[in-house]
């Protein structure tokens, strides 16, 4: 009976610290991140998502986007992202505190989208790229398929929406 106590207690404790070192010990470090100045007095970033975003995130999760897409630009020694224009500054923590779900990604056989709302200038060449030369075709109508369906709409919503360009108290931009 002792040594059941003994294997209960250390299969409690190999559960246990796992869990506190990964979950709790994260929560304490940014659980509390928030929105924050660029400058003294001035608006806060990230911004508030538009309801119509976060309705096209759902899009994006339904459509396996994230499967060919990232949205982390990776510091100048980590990567080439900077240099290939995915970001102006590496993404941190702060920058995905006000998004409910955090679509990262681990494979990048596209472009990196951290940055892409400011990179999307017009929203008919958002629409262009969600159709991917045919493969996304299906979220539009008409025959020069030039009708974007609600998901097509709410899709590009989110996408213009994904922006990284503003000074973070950790990632300042460079002046
Ligand atoms: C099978 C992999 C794959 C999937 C799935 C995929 N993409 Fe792409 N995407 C790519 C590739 C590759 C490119 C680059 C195409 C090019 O430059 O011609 C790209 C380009 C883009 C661009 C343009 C990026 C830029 O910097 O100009 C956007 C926006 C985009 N994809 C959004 C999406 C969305 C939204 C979805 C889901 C509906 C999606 N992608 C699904 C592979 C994928």
């Given at each position: 009976?002792?040594?059941?106590?003994?294997?209960?207690?250390g299969v409690f404790l190999a559960v246990a610290l796992p869990f506190g070192a990964l979950v709790i010990s994260?929560?304490?470090?940014?659980?509390?991140?928030?929105r924050a100045p660029a400058e003294e007095g001035g608006p806060l970033f990230p911004s508030r998502?538009?309801?119509?975003?976060?309705?096209?995130?759902?899009?994006?999760?339904?459509l396996g986007c994230v499967s060919c897409h990232t949205q982390q630009v990776r510091p100048a020694g980590q990567g080439s992202d900077i240099a290939r224009g995915y970001g102006v500054?590496?993404?941190?923590a702060r920058d995905?505190?006000?998004?409910?779900?955090?679509?990262?990604?681990?494979?990048?056989?596209?472009?990196?989208?951290?940055?892409?709302?400011?990179?999307?200038?017009e929203l008919a060449a958002v629409h262009e790229a969600i159709k991917h030369q045919g493969a996304f075709e299906f979220l539009y109508a008409g025959d020069k398929k030039q009708v974007a369906s609600e998901r097509a709409i709410a899709l590009a919503a989110y996408l213009q929406s994904l922006r990284q360009d503003y000074s973070s108290p950790e990632a300042k931009l460079k002046q």
């Open positions: 009976m002792k040594n059941l106590n003994t294997l209960l207690a994260s929560q304490v470090q940014l659980g509390s991140l928030g998502e538009p309801g119509l975003a976060i309705q096209g995130r759902a899009v994006y999760v339904s500054r590496p993404s941190v995905y505190s006000q998004q409910k779900q955090v679509l990262l990604g681990d494979r990048r056989l596209g472009p990196d989208l951290a940055n892409y709302g400011v990179r999307a200038k």
